[in-house]
């Protein structure tokens, strides 16, 4: 892939010759390489800073600056046969979308927390939301069946058909394989989804706590992340008269996810049923809805999971995106899918053939066995699900949101003041050893997450060295 500028005004045409040495200094030979003299890097009177290669064919130089306009960092290269030939710019500064996007705070964590453990320290994490259970024996056998050629775009027609007929039996949502489209993760989805419905200047509509991606999802597509706030009180649940209330001309993609990740909150029928009847008539375009139901195992007694496409007025307008990370424990097979209308799902199916392709063949084979050995999983599913209602009982959901602001404010000795979420991670992660997510990353800078994917041994021993490290803070001010 190559970046063209034009050349300065000022700058004379540059013949073959110049444009064919150019391109050979880029690619590199190992017998120049042999004698060129080491890199030099010169500062320069207005503040910017010049690397110099040269060689005896030619030279070749990349300065850096800022021009005080725009603030955008540019580099300039020269390659010429001689010294006395103009530079010709390459820009190498980024979109402003790209800009506007902001790092995933949890795999930031997670990557520091595995660089510790990597370093020999005993650290716990409970940062990631990833079983601690294997894969079911019949995706692992599908392996060996071989199956290793390219599939389909949107995805082999045994495995769009196995779910359609888990989202018939399970969710009570009739499709046919031609409205499914399965990717490299339900995250390739959502943001699939995204981009194929929001135009730029439009709002997405995210409830908060939100799970880190959706408000950057938004920005991608150069659409603007709309956060509605939901209170601790009511469960973190999406308040109807809200939504109603922050719905404009604007709006076009409501994301909801139930059971919620970073929550563990489920919406009832009840609750999604005044949803969609203020979604519904209020909006005079056709406003679809983003159903994110990879947690729908993953719940405990009293609470039942309803799909929102399963009413009756919300089928049409609903693209409903799972996978088979959580409830198969499948998280590094990468593996999701998005069902819904067909125009809105070929649409999708567009941006994945020009992006990735279709999903792994292996993986899809092994997606495929793991729908065959029952209902809702069968019984490896079940006995996930129990251990995880233990560590549920002992601690409190898949997923702990937390308020943990009764702690923020407070200092300990070597440490600096815990002024929020992030702040308090951090120390509990140097203190204590045990890896959190802090809320700022969902929306909510009050709440910590806690993920119970450890031994019920493991999650006693993170509590312990939690509320070790919390004893050590004291109040800034004296009282």
Known sequence: MAIFNHPKTSSHHINKSTAAAASYSL???????????PLKLQSVSNGSK??????????FSVKSSCTRGTHLRRVSAA????????AIEVDITLSPRVNSVKPSKTLTVIDQAIALAEAGLPVIRLNAGEPDFDTPAAGINAIREGYTRYTP????????TAICHKLKEENGISYTPDQILVSNGAKQGILQAVLAVCSPGDEVLIPAPFWVSYPEMARLADANPAILPTRISENFLLDPQLLESKLTEKSRLLILCSPCNPTGSVYPSKLLEQIAARHCRLLVDFCPRLSDENYERIIYALATHTSFASLSVMWDRTLTVNGFSKAFTMTGWRLGYLAGP???VAACGKVQSQ?????????????AATLEVGYAGGEAVSTMVKAFRERRNFLGRFHLFLDFSSYYGLKVEGFAVTSGSESSC????????????????????????ISYVESLTTL?????????ALVSLKPTVPV
Do not use: W
């Not at 992006?355 to 997606?367: D, L, R």
């Not at 120390?427 to 909510?444: E, N, R």
């Open 27 to 37: 690619q590199g030979s190992s017998s120049i390489a042999s004698t060129q003299p």
């Open 50 to 59: 010049s690397l110099s290669l040269s060689s005896q064919l030619q030279s």
């Open 79 to 86: 390659a010429s046969t001689d010294i006395s030939s103009d």
């Open 153 to 160: 775009n949107a995805g082999t027609l045994e495995l769009r």
């Open 342 to 344: 067909k125009h809105f």
């Open 355 to 367: 992006f990735t392709s279709g999903a792994s063949s292996i993986s899809q084979k092994a997606a």
């Open 426 to 449: 951090q120390y509990l992660l140097d203190k204590a050893q045990v890896a959190l997510v802090p809320g700022d990353a969902f929306g909510d800078d009050s709440c910590i997450r």
């Open 460 to 468: 006693q021993e993170a509590v312990e060295r939690i509320k070790e």
